[in-house]
């Protein structure tokens, strides 16, 4: 399966709105962390299509965590005033 998951990683690596926002150390922690666990789930998956099904719900978590990260990092984008 090490070719299936060359190819999601490729695809998660091409993201770029997993990173979005983000800064550059932040960006590379998030892309770490994704590109960790994908490599575990291709493994772990039954086929390919698992295995991008997986990785598919892996990359919506990680936009999901870069977008907190980004509202941490900036309250003004939280959308309520500050006063």
Sequence with gaps: MA???D???RRVLRDDSLTRGLGDEEAR???EWVVDW???LAEAARDDSDAQVLV???CRRG???GR???LWENPRNRGFSQS
């Design 56 to 58: 598919a719900r892996l």
């Design 29 to 31: 922690m998030l892309v």
């Design 38 to 40: 994908a490599e575990l």
């Design 68 to 70: 907190f990260v980004q």
């Design 7 to 9: 190819a999601l990683i």
């Design 3 to 5: 070719a299936t998951t």
């Design 63 to 65: 936009k999901a965590i």
